[in-house]
């Protein structure tokens, strides 16, 4: 079974531009939760896709966004960068929440975004 | 709210020696799950074990133990006799589910990075 692939993963970009990050989860994975992880924060938790839907979202600006598609791939998008921005954005699959007992998640080898 | 605190940011250990990572969390439910995961340096998450908090049984696998303690709201994970490879950072998470079902709000610590010297 094919693991939970990231793309691109490496992205420069420059202070006001936007970009779109891709992920593909592990096959029969409904659910796709996205992850910031920088050195002085450490992991923070963006948003979780299920089925199309967002079911949660992080503390962050409404800059950071994303969406998924029917066929589970997720994408996710910032817009207007800042240098504060730069991180290893991680993407991660899991069969999803079923009542009252949450699955592991399997996490892609991730994005790494360096903004200038 | 839910909180996970890794005390040890960094832990160096001669090849072949057991070393403990700590791991102490807080939370209000009295369902939720814990994970280990392990980060190496070419930085993909790799699932390690899940636990829920109803089963406080301590698990063993090959070189690797898990220690649950609801009691000190504990979840320590144990290398025995320690590898090089086993260099990596290791964070521990806590997981809540609601009853009705829903979404899975994960909440990581912020990891131990653990230096195996040959």
């Known amino acids: 079974k094919a693991g939970v692939t990231q793309t691109p993963r490496y992205l420069i970009k420059t202070r006001g531009q936007q970009v779109t990050l891709s992920c593909s989860p592990i096959s029969g994975h409904r659910s796709v939760s996205w992850y910031q992880q920088t050195p002085g924060q450490g992991l923070q938790f963006l948003f979780e896709?299920?089925?199309?839907?967002?079911?949660n979202k992080g503390n962050f600006p409404g800059r950071f966004s994303g969406r998924q598609f029917s066929n589970s791939r997720s994408e996710m998008n910032v817009s207007t960068l800042e240098l504060g921005d730069s991180a290893l954005y991680l993407c991660a699959s899991s069969l999803g929440a079923a009542r009252g007992q949450p699955y592991e998640q399997y996490f892609g080898p991730g994005t790494r975004l360096t903004v200038t | 709210a839910q909180k996970v605190t890794q005390a040890q940011t960094e832990i160096s250990v001669v090849e072949k020696e057991d070393v403990t990572l700590d791991c102490v969390y807080e939370t209000r439910d009295t369902t939720y799950y814990l994970f280990w995961y392990k980060q190496p340096p070419s930085g993909e998450l790799v699932f390690l074990i899940r636990r829920n908090s109803f089963d406080e049984q301590n698990e063993i696998s090959g070189r690797y133990s898990w220690n649950f303690q609801k009691s000190t709201s504990s979840f320590n994970f144990t290398i025995t006799a320690s590898q090089v490879v086993d260099s990596a950072v290791y964070f521990c998470a806590l997981s809540e589910a609601p009853m009705g079902g829903g979404y899975q709000k994960v909440t990581f610590g912020t990891g131990t990075k653990l230096q195996v010297i040959p």
């Open positions: 896709y299920f089925s199309e839907t967002q079911r």
